[in-house]
Protein backbone atom coordinates (compact mmCIF):
# COMPACT_ATOMS: atom_id res chain seq x y z
CA UNK A 1 0.00 0.00 0.00
CA UNK A 2 0.91 3.73 -0.80
CA UNK A 3 1.95 5.54 2.77
CA UNK A 4 3.26 9.04 2.60
CA UNK A 5 4.32 10.30 5.90
CA UNK A 6 4.93 14.26 7.19
CA UNK A 7 7.60 15.02 9.60
CA UNK A 8 8.88 18.18 11.29
CA UNK A 9 6.37 20.77 12.30
CA UNK A 10 5.96 22.31 15.38
CA UNK A 11 5.91 25.30 17.30
CA UNK A 12 7.46 28.69 16.09
CA UNK A 13 7.17 32.07 17.01
CA UNK A 14 6.46 35.10 14.09
CA UNK A 15 9.39 35.93 12.05
CA UNK A 16 11.05 32.11 12.56
CA UNK A 17 11.67 28.97 10.32
CA UNK A 18 10.80 25.65 10.31
CA UNK A 19 10.91 22.64 8.23
CA UNK A 20 8.60 20.10 6.59
CA UNK A 21 9.36 16.29 5.14
CA UNK A 22 7.23 14.13 3.69
CA UNK A 23 8.35 10.90 2.56
CA UNK A 24 6.62 8.07 0.47
CA UNK A 25 6.48 3.83 0.07
CA UNK A 26 4.95 1.57 -1.64
CA UNK A 27 6.31 2.24 -5.30
CA UNK A 28 9.48 1.56 -6.52
CA UNK A 29 9.91 4.54 -8.43
CA UNK A 30 9.40 8.02 -6.95
CA UNK A 31 6.24 10.32 -7.27
CA UNK A 32 5.83 12.59 -10.75
CA UNK A 33 4.94 15.42 -8.05
CA UNK A 34 4.35 16.42 -5.17
CA UNK A 35 2.42 19.24 -3.18
CA UNK A 36 1.83 20.80 0.37
CA UNK A 37 -1.48 21.66 1.29
CA UNK A 38 -2.75 23.09 4.61
CA UNK A 39 -6.09 23.94 6.16
CA UNK A 40 -6.63 26.70 9.21
CA UNK A 41 -9.26 25.40 11.78
CA UNK A 42 -12.27 25.20 9.04
CA UNK A 43 -11.00 26.40 6.16
CA UNK A 44 -11.26 24.24 3.46
CA UNK A 45 -7.87 22.54 2.79
CA UNK A 46 -5.32 24.90 0.08
CA UNK A 47 -2.62 24.55 -1.83
CA UNK A 48 0.54 25.98 -0.69
CA UNK A 49 3.44 24.59 -2.76
CA UNK A 50 3.67 21.96 -5.53
CA UNK A 51 7.22 20.08 -7.48
CA UNK A 52 7.16 18.13 -10.11
CA UNK A 53 10.17 15.32 -10.47
CA UNK A 54 11.69 15.90 -13.47
CA UNK A 55 11.12 19.06 -15.39
CA UNK A 56 11.84 20.65 -11.92
CA UNK A 57 9.24 23.19 -11.53
CA UNK A 58 7.65 25.03 -8.64
CA UNK A 59 4.58 26.68 -7.91
CA UNK A 60 3.39 28.82 -4.95
CA UNK A 61 0.63 30.26 -3.33
CA UNK A 62 0.77 33.99 -3.46
CA UNK A 63 0.95 33.94 0.14
CA UNK A 64 3.77 31.64 0.80
CA UNK A 65 5.86 33.28 -2.20
CA UNK A 66 9.26 34.21 -0.97
CA UNK A 67 9.01 33.00 2.23
CA UNK A 68 8.97 29.15 1.64
CA UNK A 69 10.84 27.03 -0.63
CA UNK A 70 9.77 23.44 -1.87
CA UNK A 71 12.71 20.99 -2.69
CA UNK A 72 13.05 17.30 -3.48
CA UNK A 73 15.96 15.45 -2.56
CA UNK A 74 18.55 13.06 -5.04
CA UNK A 75 16.55 9.94 -4.16
CA UNK A 76 13.18 12.22 -4.90
CA UNK A 77 11.72 9.95 -2.53
CA UNK A 78 11.30 12.71 0.13
CA UNK A 79 10.47 16.65 -0.42
CA UNK A 80 10.77 19.39 1.71
CA UNK A 81 8.86 22.67 3.05
CA UNK A 82 11.53 25.12 4.17
CA UNK A 83 9.21 27.90 5.57
CA UNK A 84 10.97 31.16 6.93
CA UNK A 85 9.95 34.05 8.06
CA UNK A 86 6.81 32.40 9.17
CA UNK A 87 3.32 34.59 10.55
CA UNK A 88 0.71 33.84 12.43
CA UNK A 89 -1.55 33.19 9.61
CA UNK A 90 0.41 30.08 8.81
CA UNK A 91 -0.97 28.40 11.25
CA UNK A 92 -2.61 25.33 10.17
CA UNK A 93 -2.31 21.59 9.55
CA UNK A 94 -0.22 21.06 6.87
CA UNK A 95 -0.53 17.86 4.22
CA UNK A 96 1.34 16.06 1.97
CA UNK A 97 -0.12 14.85 -1.14
CA UNK A 98 1.48 13.54 -4.51
CA UNK A 99 0.96 12.17 -7.63
CA UNK A 100 2.61 8.96 -9.66
CA UNK A 101 0.56 9.40 -12.64
CA UNK A 102 -0.85 11.89 -14.74
CA UNK A 103 1.47 14.01 -15.97
CA UNK A 104 4.39 16.32 -14.50
CA UNK A 105 2.81 19.50 -14.08
CA UNK A 106 2.75 21.74 -11.26
CA UNK A 107 -0.95 21.98 -9.24
CA UNK A 108 -2.52 23.35 -6.08
CA UNK A 109 -5.54 21.78 -6.97
CA UNK A 110 -6.80 18.93 -4.68
CA UNK A 111 -8.12 17.17 -7.19
CA UNK A 112 -5.07 16.22 -8.37
CA UNK A 113 -3.42 14.22 -6.14
CA UNK A 114 -4.11 10.68 -5.06
CA UNK A 115 -2.16 9.73 -2.19
CA UNK A 116 -2.42 12.12 0.61
CA UNK A 117 -1.01 12.14 4.31
CA UNK A 118 -2.48 12.30 7.90
CA UNK A 119 -1.25 16.21 8.26
CA UNK A 120 0.83 17.71 10.39
CA UNK A 121 0.52 20.81 12.83
CA UNK A 122 2.28 23.96 12.57
CA UNK A 123 1.76 26.40 15.42
CA UNK A 124 3.34 29.97 14.83
CA UNK A 125 2.99 32.61 17.58
CA UNK A 126 3.42 36.43 17.53
Known amino acids: AQVVVESGGGSAQAGGSLKLSCTVS????????WAWFRQKSLNEREGVAS????????SYDDSVKGRFTINLDSAKKTMDLQMNSLKPDDTAMYSC???????????????????WGHGIQVNVSS
Open 51 to 58: ICRDIGDT
Open 97 to 115: AVRYFGGQYTSLRRGTYSY
Open 26 to 33: GYDYPPEC
